[in-house]
């Protein structure tokens, strides 16, 4: 138990540390040459948001689902979608401490066209975890529909 608590405290030190050196690098840009005269004439940083745009293309139904009756197929390739995105979303945070959002986008393998979209907070995602999978990332901020033929390209708004 001492040591998760040590590795959790030591992970968020880290990313803490990183994200200070982030706002800091952004002040320093933002440190324009004072005009003449005038003390503490610069740009002050009011907010800074760290995103990430990410749109990938499903994986196709598992081969050995190939065989399947296509309603069955269907929803194969459904909750095998929902569980990858649900698993690169949480990569992505994982391995990106200091993004606070992402823009998804899942394109079908076959038709290309997306079929889940949305922008997915980290805290939102990190506060729906105890739901199931479809729920978390419905609550988290995706979009996508269920229809005849599993899942349907998104409409755009």
Request: proline content about 4%; aromatic content about 6%; some cysteine.
């Amino acid at each position: 138990m001492q040591s998760r608590l040590a590795s959790w405290l030591t992970r968020r030190l880290r990313v803490n540390l990183r994200r200070k050196g982030l706002i800091a690098g952004v002040r320093r840009a933002l440190a324009l040459p004072p005009r003449g005269g005038v003390r503490r004439d610069r740009l002050q940083l009011h907010s800074l948001s760290t995103h990430m745009r990410v749109t990938w293309i499903a994986r196709p139904i598992h081969p050995w689902d190939r065989d399947l009756p296509g309603v069955e197929q269907d929803d194969a390739f459904a909750t095998q979608c929902l569980e990858d995105v649900d698993a690169a979303i949480t990569r992505l945070f994982e391995r990106f401490d200091v993004i606070e959002s992402l823009d998804i986008a899942v394109l079908h393998p076959v038709s290309r066209e997306s079929i889940l979209t949305g922008t997915i907070v980290r805290d939102e995602f990190v506060r729906a975890k105890r739901f199931s999978i479809a729920m978390r990332l419905k609550m988290a901020g995706l979009t996508y529909e269920f229809g005849r033929g599993g899942l349907q390209p998104t409409r755009c708004a």
